[in-house]
C-alpha cells in the first residue's frame, strides 16, 4: 500500500511542481496536498516530518511569490486586471496554440491591456515587462520552493522504504 500511495503522491507532485510554472494547474496546493496524503498514508515521525517541510517550503515560496510579485507591480503601478487578462488569453492561448501559446497569449494580453490603459505603446511595453519580469520571478522562487519541498519527500522515500 505504502508504493502505491507513493507513485501516487510522485505523480501528484509533478504535476504541481508544473502547476508553479504553469499556473492552469493549482501548483503549490497540490504539493501540499501530495504531501499530506503521503504523510496520513505512511504515518510514523518520517512522514509527519516530510509533510511538514513540505508544507513550510511549499507554504512560504506560494507567499514569497505573491507577495514580491504583488509588491512590484504596486510600485509600477500595473493593476492586476493587466495580469488578469494576461492570464485568461493565456489560458485561451494553450489550447489554441500548444507548447507556447501559454506564454504567447498572457504576453499579448498583458501588453494589450497595458496598451489600452496607458495609450502609448512604449510605455504599455515597459509596463508588460516589468510585469512579465515580476511574476516570472514569482514563478521561479515558488518552483524553487516546491523542488525543495520535493527533495524532502524524495529523501523521506528513503529513510521510510
Not at 24 to 51: K, N, Q
Not at 124 to 141: D, F, N
Request: charged fraction near 5%.
Amino acid at each position: 500500500m505504502d508504493v502505491i500511495v507513493s507513485i501516487i503522491t510522485g505523480v501528484l507532485l509533478v504535476i504541481g511542481a508544473l502547476g508553479t510554472i504553469f499556473p492552469v494547474l493549482p501548483g503549490s496546493i497540490l504539493v501540499i496536498t501530495g504531501l499530506l496524503v503521503w504523510a496520513v498514508a505512511v504515518g510514523g515521525p518520517v512522514g509527519w516530518t516530510v509533510f511538514g517541510i513540505g508544507l513550510l517550503f511549499s507554504g512560504t515560496g506560494m507567499a514569497a511569490s505573491a507577495v514580491l510579485t504583488g509588491r512590484r507591480l504596486k510600485q509600477q503601478q500595473i493593476p492586476n486586471r493587466s495580469i488578469l487578462v494576461g492570464a485568461v488569453l493565456g489560458v485561451i492561448g494553450a489550447f489554441v496554440i500548444p507548447v507556447v501559446g501559454l506564454f504567447l497569449g498572457f504576453i499579448i494580453g498583458l501588453y494589450g491591456s497595458e496598451w489600452h490603459r496607458l495609450r502609448d505603446a512604449g510605455q504599455a511595453w515597459q509596463a508588460s515587462v516589468v510585469a512579465m519580469k515580476s511574476v516570472g520571478l514569482g514563478m521561479l522562487i515558488e518552483f524553487g520552493c516546491a523542488g525543495v519541498s520535493i527533495t524532502a519527500w524524495v529523501i523521506g522515500l528513503f529513510v521510510h522504504f
